[in-house]
């Protein structure tokens, strides 16, 4: 029932958006790609709903990725579509677990995460994410972009044959930016969501 | 007091249906730890729950505020055994719990500091150093943070000694200041002995040169600490706990009875 009510404000937020993108950011063609253009409180908790969304986007990505079972083709379009959700630049912050508990991480470029991730040495992976724990409240940076952070649960299991070789549980933090961008096609801006770094906070065995 | 907060703890857990369909006590302690100072800020002000859902009437009528802001509390803390500190608390939350005047922690807010425990790499060692980061509110209303402070004796050789008299002599002008050749490569007497008496050096300034010459190599933050300065006459200490348990995430760690500025905290750390 919850989640019915949550997919109708959605999409009722949705057709919002667009009129909203319609009506108040459409500007003349000399005017710079980034405007001092405010949202109000509402829009931000609509795009607190929305961010949800891209991030459950990138999840399924991840997930899609990072199946041996699905076809390479399949895998390779989750990698580009997973890489254009995020902005230029963005990291991906990895965690593992050794045999006596030390905690090892490194961060790499996205593109090189996602690359990775289709090659891992087990013969299948299975990747689980909870709901979305938490998305903190927008705010806006001195350029006139609006951060957030999503916190995300992610269940890594890397097998060998039936054999799990490999199991635990990382909290995720992702930065979120919401950035004015131009849409060339009907020459006006719009407010677009990217993903940018993804800092792993903490990793469990499982 | 203890098994008043264990009591809590467990109470607001169970009232959240979303933690019905999980069984793994695992993630079901991830999900219930503050995962970030915004969610610590937002419980505090009893505006949303640990998944960001707002509070409804139901919830309040099950948890108050006063027990709630209980909840962020670091239980492990050996402090809460001392009553003292217990009345400590008790007063804090009675004053920010008025209901004729509550008090709110600010979303974001020029009232919090970062202190940042990095380690650093200086000629193949480590070296720990600690940054303190400030957050800054633009005129338009946008919110940064800026490196304000370092803390660290690498730069110690540098600093100005009071156990040797020395000086650039009063007619060393007549000689074209021959004697600066000496004291640049001297290395006994730190240079900032021959400045005025309230010079100091510039640390931040020192660390930044280190840096882009890549004397220094930075790799990462391993401790974060807030000092949140919002609520008048009182320090809260917010630390991570990271532990398999439903106390766990961001936690007030210790509380402080103190009328103190940002700056003069920051000036006392000296």
């Known amino acids: ?206 | 007091m203890m098994k008043r907060l264990f009591i809590i703890s467990i109470i607001f857990l169970i009232s959240n249906p979303a933690f019905n369909q999980i069984t793994d006590s695992k993630v079901l302690n991830l999900f219930a730890s503050v995962k970030q100072l915004n969610e610590l800020i937002n419980r505090f002000n009893y505006v949303s729950d640990n998944l960001g859902n707002k509070l409804d009437d139901e919830f309040k009528t099950v948890i108050s505020r006063e027990n709630y802001i209980l909840s962020l509390f670091n239980f492990e803390n050996e402090l809460l055994n001392d009553s003292s500190y217990q009345n400590t608390i008790n007063k804090f939350i009675a004053e920010v719990c008025d209901t004729l005047n509550p008090l709110f922690l600010k979303r974001f807010s020029e009232g919090i500091l970062a202190e940042l425990e990095c380690p650093v790499i200086i000629e193949n060692r480590e070296k720990l150093i600690t940054l303190y980061l400030l957050p800054e509110i633009g005129e338009n209303g946008s919110y940064k943070w800026i490196i304000k402070d370092i803390k660290t004796d690498l730069y110690q050789h540098l600093e100005k000694r009071n156990d040797t008299l020395v000086f650039i002599n009063p007619l060393n002008n007549e000689t074209g200041f021959i004697s600066l050749q000496r004291i640049f490569t001297e290395k006994t007497i730190p240079v900032s002995n021959y400045t005025t008496d309230d010079f100091t050096i510039d640390k931040l300034s020192l660390f930044f040169n280190d840096i882009y010459t890549n004397r220094i190599k930075f790799t990462t933050v391993k401790n974060c600490t807030y000092y949140i300065f919002d609520i008048d006459g009182w320090v809260l200490e917010v630390e991570e706990f990271i532990r398999d348990k439903k106390n766990s995430g961001w936690l007030i760690n210790n509380l402080q009875k103190k009328d103190i500025t940002v700056t003069q905290f920051l000036d006392q750390l000296e």
């Open chain 1, 1 to 206: 029932m919850k989640y019915k009510r949550v997919i109708l404000v959605l999409a009722f937020f949705s057709f919002s958006i667009l009129s909203f993108s319609q009506n108040k950011v459409a500007v003349n063609k000399e005017s710079p790609v980034v405007d001092e253009i405010n949202l109000s409180s509402s829009d931000i908790e609509v795009f607190k709903e929305k961010t949800k969304q891209k991030v459950m986007e990138f999840e399924q990505h991840i997930v899609t990725i990072g199946s041996k079972d699905e076809p390479d083709e399949k895998r390779n379009l989750a990698e580009r579509e997973a890489l254009k959700l995020f902005y230029t630049g963005a990291t991906m912050e990895t965690s593992y677990v050794e045999a006596d508990g030390t905690i090892v991480k490194r961060a790499r470029p996205i593109a090189k995460y996602l690359s990775r991730l289709k090659s891992l040495p087990y013969t299948k992976v299975v990747i689980k994410f909870y709901d979305i724990a938490y998305v903190t409240d927008f705010v806006k940076g001195p350029d006139g972009r609006y951060y957030s952070t999503a916190t995300i649960i992610q269940e890594f299991t890397g097998f060998s044959g039936d054999n799990i070789i490999y199991k635990d549980i990382t909290k995720k933090e992702i930065e979120i930016v919401i950035d004015l961008v131009e849409d060339k096609f009907f020459n006006e801006k719009q407010w677009k969501i990217f993903l940018g770094d993804i800092k792993a906070s903490e990793t469990r065995n499982a």
